[in-house]
């Protein structure tokens, strides 16, 4: 009997995806297992969570994604939209027996309009190109997350962030309109090349971090900004992070706003070093600030450059180094940049704890405390100026230049009272589960605690109303 | 009998604001007409829209705003919440039957943390206050919407703007956190004292600029700046509005950010030199921008202000005037923001239309052609590189020193066309029906055309979500 109402199954699914590919075309439709595996995870390193779809499809246009969601609405197929898959918690892993709805095909720059300085783009764009594009036409656009294989779908559905958030704000700051297909396949127009609005809820920032379970977005339209005309990055080394992490409220004093005010601490900085072949400026001390300046000409920024050096000073730092020339800064950058991908192998989690930034210290004080209890190496950098704090637990120690990977049942006893430690310590501060990277698969389990049950049922009972059949990108978020 | 059914109801309600006059006590408990007339509008001029609530109340602390909403959920009353009552879309009015909850007793600066540059404050505080506090700490709040006496919570309600939005942004990219009490009295704490927050859906951003009709915001905790080192107000004179406004783009690509650009028309200035007994730099030309430049010290602001001397040239100024003192910058700021007063008494609707900022030269030829058409004086002014336009119709016109009104049976035949024919004009141009000051009850019908129907129909889902008894600012926004 079980077997019968299986093989009918099998039968109405097949007939269901037999719909699917009409919609798209067989040139965009995918189900051998070759073709999903890269629809199955993201770019977090646990392969556990990993699931293979039914389906891969990669519409072309609005309408058809409008239409493939009509259909799932109807089939009641869950469906996982999916960017650059470049996502750290599982946001894009499809549910079990839905399909991968792949943005990647719609991956053009409609305009860049000088004029209201606008960029509109299908959700497909890669970052990489789209920086490329606004470069070209002497424009800016600030948000920078690490990985430049992103898509602009989503760094919306996260509302990432990244280092030069400091001055210039989240990836939300800069969504100005969004054209989003909802889970019924209407489509709507959120927003416009407008820099105010008030003209009724913002279903534009709901719609801004939501993870794709809401709705998908089909094209963005982006503020651009004028470029900074000089740019420098300093580096300053000092005895511990609590004094390095002191420079950042002395900035704001002193009046300087810095583009990015990243943290590092010294022993991971020798991993990415070795990893990567490249030098870092300078080995001094315990905690490193790396400090982005940007300004209207180099008089400016050179007259903030003495001013911090100074300040560091007055902190401990015993020299300041300055990368001045932009192939110095891009290798210092790309040594920040790649450390993930230096340790990533022995990677358990990547934590995204947000705290008010002077809590920075007492937190990562407790980090290193339970690194010492429980024998656990948690690595720990970020955005110092923006309280966003990656802690990245490893499942190996780094000795002489070596891996020592610690054995599987040691490191699993004890890592999920080092990762509620963690997360128990930053609600204590104020903090959040998520600065930049979303809640996904991952982090679900902890949404509750931190942001409080109501909350979380007040955010399930807009879900409700936005997708009462639950097909969009299900079991994300709560 | 429905003498009978009215008494029971009046004895019905009676008993209900007896429980009501024990959760806020005698003193913060009002019902007398005398006490209410102040409550029964806002700033915008037209009386027909006024309505008395059934009582006012004046809660002190968040608990009694809770216990109010239990108790409003449960005897189905409406519940307006107000701030500074500087709103101009009727936004505050009571609804019919329902009771005001003045927020104007929950007034304290809890806190101005200057480590992590954020203040704690409660919805009551009017802005000039919190300036002043602000400003002693020697930080900076940028948002500006023109009138001080406006309360945080309204700012917040309606997502207010200002001039200083064009470097800095709305209300809305300050709002770390707030405290809200929903319709059902839960008390919920979203965001924090953080700059980064991808922790779930940002119901923070659903209801910043919800208009209090899904929750009551109690508490808000703001994100401060180091303030710029230094400050620059510019008046250039124009031909036309076309050269004045053509500066903005050229602005950009100079790679200028001003603090804020606003563009007046000349005619309008007489009449607030007229009023104010004050002298505006100069009244040269047709229109002029007033550009208010910051920095990081004098020698960027000059250097700017060289450059945008020499572009204004380049687009028809024959000269740019400075207020370089912060006395001669109060006066034309005073000036600047005063022109609704002067002719308040006239006005019978301030329009507050945004456009992709290079579209206000072709929608402001469309206001003067309208005008020309139907003989009605359109004064037009706001923030150019924001797109956000004001126009505001009036009854009367000023002929000479003098005003000369034109008879009610003649504007009111016609301005229902105009306010259509520019409301149409904006949405031709991908422009919406408010920039800054929000929906209220007067733009709600101009509300579906502008954004879409479905898109009100989810803003209704979500509002049902929150306030299942429609209890929470009824009859606005939709």
Known sequence: ???????????????????????????????????????????????????LPLAVVKPVNTRQVSDILKWANKSK?????????????????????????????????????????????????RLRDFYEAVEKENLFFPPHPGDESAAIGGVIATNAGGARAVKYGVVRNFVKGIEVVLPDGEIVQLGGKLLKNSSGYSLLHLMTGSEGTLGIVTKAILNLLPPPQAQLTLIAPFENLENA???????????????????????????????????WPCREGRAHLMIILDGSGEDEVLAAAGRIDALCREFGARQVFVADTPKKQKEVLEI?????????????????????????????????????????????????????????????????????????????????????????????????????HGIGLLKKEYLEDAVGRNVVDKMRLIKKAFDPNHILNPGKIF
Request: charged content about 25%; some cysteine; aromatic content about 8%.
């Open 1 to 51: 009997m079980l077997v019968l109402i299986y093989s009918l199954m099998k039968k109405e699914i097949s007939n269901w995806l037999d719909e699917l590919k009409k919609i798209v075309g067989e040139k965009s439709f995918f189900t051998r297992q070759e073709q999903m595996l890269d629809y199955s995870h993201d770019e977090f390193p646990g392969t556990e969570i990993a699931q």
């Open 77 to 125: 197929i869950p469906v996982t939209p999916r960017g650059g898959g470049t996502g750290l918690c599982g946001g894009c892993i499809p549910a079990p027996g839905g399909i991968v709805l792949s943005l990647e095909e719609m991956n053009r720059i409609l305009e860049i309009d000088r004029q209201n300085r606008m960029a509109v783009v299908e959700a497909g764009v």
């Open 245 to 279: 992490v002191g420079v950042v409220p002395a900035l704001g004093k002193a009046g300087i706003l810095p583009m990015a005010v990243e943290f590092i601490e010294v022993e991971t900085i020798k991993v990415a070093e070795d990893f990567l072949n490249k030098k």
């Open 336 to 436: 920040r940049s790649k450390i993930y991908e230096t340790i990533k192998k022995y990677v358990v989690e990547i934590l995204d704890i947000v705290l008010p930034p002077a809590e920075i210290p007492a937190h990562v004080e407790r980090v290193r405390q339970l690194s010492r209890e429980y024998g656990m190496w948690l690595p720990t950098f970020g955005h110092a100026a923006d309280g966003n704090v990656h802690t990245l637990p490893l499942r190996a120690h780094y000795i002489d230049g070596r891996w020592q990977e610690i054995p599987d049942s040691e490191w699993k006893a004890i890592y999920p009272r080092v990762r509620q430690a963690l997360h128990d310590d930053a609600a204590s501060r104020g903090g959040l589960v998520s600065g930049e």
